[in-house]
């Protein structure tokens, strides 16, 4: 008997860099049960260079990275969403469309690499603490008992996980 695959969308404004990011980290280590896609609001059309760097460096095919925006998954060819989660703050405050599948979602705030201006050593670190923030909330997310949790629950951690992962547990 196959395991049921959850399809998550990881919104950002631009997305550029941590909605990529989430997007490759979940389909890594999902291990075939997350089906993971990004998109942005109003999407930069382009991934942030820094960003594809990293996931090279951290062995991630770059292949499906490109910045699109989350109209490609609101319409009747989109696929039906189980987890719709905002990596950022200004996607979060906006109406998200209605998504097909009624999936639930929660806010998982990261601060944006993009943003941080200093040296090419503070720009890199900046988007390995996106990364490393990215991969340790999808790890927790990935090893909840999704079949056998009620919805209140797991809306309660889903909303942990972007606090404090310690609650999650």
């Not at 770059?62 to 910045?67: I, K, Q």
């Not at 090419?120 to 670190?125: F, I």
């Not at 090893?143 to 606090?163: E, Y």
Request: glycine share 8%; aromatic share 8%; with cysteine.
């Amino acid at each position: 008997m196959s395991e049921r695959v959850y399809n998550v969308l990881f919104l950002c404004t631009g997305n550029s860099a941590r909605s990529i990011l989430a997007e490759a980290i979940i389909n890594r280590i999902g291990n075939g049960r997350f089906r993971g896609f990004s998109a942005g609001s109003q999407p930069k059309g382009a991934v942030h260079p820094a960003t594809l760097r990293l996931l090279t460096a951290m062995n991630h095919d770059t292949g499906f990275a490109r910045s699109k925006s989350w109209e490609e998954f609101s319409g009747p060819e989109a696929p039906a969403l189980d987890f719709v989660f905002t990596v950022c703050d200004s996607a979060a405050a906006e109406s998200c469309p209605i998504w097909p599948g009624q999936p639930m979602s929660a806010h998982w705030g990261v601060p944006d690499p993009a943003a941080v201006e200093g040296t090419e050593a503070e720009k890199h670190l900046a988007f390995a603490d996106a990364y490393r923030m990215l991969s340790n909330r999808i790890a927790v997310f990935t090893s909840l008992p999704l079949a056998s949790i009620d919805q209140m629950t797991l809306q309660k951690r889903l909303d942990a996980i972007g606090g404090d992962i310690a609650k999650a547990g």
